[in-house]
């Protein structure tokens, strides 16, 4: 062996190797694996998510806890303290009906908190960019400078003009009856329906299997579904903790309705108990005997109005096929000869009540417990309509300019 040679070089050698491999910070070919993160998890908008993102609801929850205490609570003391003495002096069907509805409507009211009311997925930036590179060419402006999206776009819907309007948060123009949820911070669309006859109203009419142009590239998916289906969001609802929209509407309806069908049950068989106990103790001596039965007349009674109120106005908005927001502001009349009559009605009760209550429930569009890709683009960040765009212009103005 060479002095000085040999020997030390070795030692040096295995001194390198052993150092670069210990160290995970000189080591970039070598890659941890991490976890793959559902979309859930990275979700825009303001909600909570459970079960791995299997249930969804809205961030303010305190009046959906209300309302589940309120259920329980004067269910519980009805069949408690009320139904073993009817199940005796009248009959065993009480309690079995009144279990029933109670079970109906915890199941309708949990179906209609926990799930996507049909939130419409934000356009990513690439997207966002194709569509202001759309209205761009539909303006004739050939600079390469910014060009603010106008706020509307008007579409003919069975003979009626229908504005739709540009999100500025989500970045994509919504479809008819859709709105944006300022508590959930997202677009809703709504329930299935009419056929339309959908074009812009700046172009020719379109054939029965011609596909609308889409207005952006998020809408490609939206559009070529939504020119045979209606898009509606209703309200939100804070005493289910949620939007009431196109996929959960359904649900609401029959939980507010069967609410309401056990609210007078409950309320006319507390004072049925205590008529009875009043006949045979006196009727002070009755509230006493059952103090809970004072309880759940009082709540019931408080509530009932409202809620048989509520009520009968979905139903009327189902016969009519409108909306909450469509109703207060007017937007429609339901005579057919009248010029703002509904385009989205069928002209008859029964076809539109089972239209929103026995269609098909389209799929969530948001893919929430879908995995995130490496190359998946996320949403473009929201702005500030005013302070991005400043001034925007109607349809009528592109068309002419």
Not at 266 to 287: K, M
Request: net charge positive; aromatic share 12%; with cysteine.
């Amino acid at each position: 062996m060479p002095p000085g040679g040999g020997g030390p070089m070795k030692d040096c050698e295995y001194s390198q190797i052993s150092t670069h491999s210990s160290s995970p910070m000189e080591s970039p070919h070598k890659k941890k694996k991490i976890a793959a993160r559902r979309k859930w998890e990275v979700f825009p908008g303001r909600n909570k998510f459970f079960c791995n993102g299997r249930i969804m609801m809205a961030r303010q929850t305190g009046v959906f806890y209300l309302t589940l205490v309120l259920i329980l609570v004067t269910s519980g003391l009805f069949f408690a303290f009320d139904c073993p003495y009817l199940a005796v002096k009248i009959t065993p069907a009480i309690p079995v009906v009144g279990g029933i509805l109670f079970f109906f409507v915890m199941g309708t009211l949990l179906r209609t908190s926990f799930s996507d009311p049909g939130v419409l997925p934000r356009a990513t930036p690439d997207e966002a960019a194709d569509l202001e590179r759309q209205i761009d060419i539909a303006n004739g402006t050939s600079s390469g400078g910014y060009r603010p999206p106008p706020r509307t776009k008007e579409v003919i819907i069975n003979g009626q003009t229908v504005k739709l309007k540009y999100c500025f948060t989500c970045k994509i123009f919504r479809p008819p009856r859709a709105s944006h949820c300022s508590l959930c911070d997202n677009c809703v669309d709504a329930l299935g329906g009419r056929n339309w006859d959908y074009f812009p109203s700046d172009q020719a009419e379109m054939q029965p299997n011609q596909s609308p142009e889409p207005l952006s590239g998020k809408c490609t998916i939206f559009w070529s579904a939504a020119a045979w289906t209606e898009e509606r969001f209703d309200h939100h609802c804070p005493w289910v903790g949620n939007c009431v929209g196109k996929r959960n509407y359904r649900f609401f309806y029959m939980f507010i309705l069967s609410l309401s069908f056990l609210t007078v049950f409950i309320f006319a068989f507390v004072i049925t108990h205590v008529i009875l106990r009043s006949q045979q103790t006196g009727f002070l001596n009755a509230l006493k005997d059952s103090p809970a039965s004072v309880l759940e007349a009082v709540v019931c009674f408080f509530s009932v109005w409202s809620i048989v109120g509520l009520s009968g106005f979905h139903t009327y908005l189902i016969s009519s096929n409108q909306t909450t927001n469509e109703d207060i502001k007017g937007s429609w009349s339901n005579k057919r000869g009248k010029e703002n009559y509904n385009p989205y009605s069928y002209g008859n009760i029964f076809t539109n009540c089972c239209v929103a209550l026995c269609g098909p429930i389209s799929p969530s569009l948001i893919d929430r417990r879908g995995y995130i890709q490496s190359d998946t683009p996320q949403p473009a960040a929201p702005s500030n309509g005013m302070a991005a765009y400043g001034a925007t212009q109607s349809q009528s103005d592109m068309s002419s300019s």
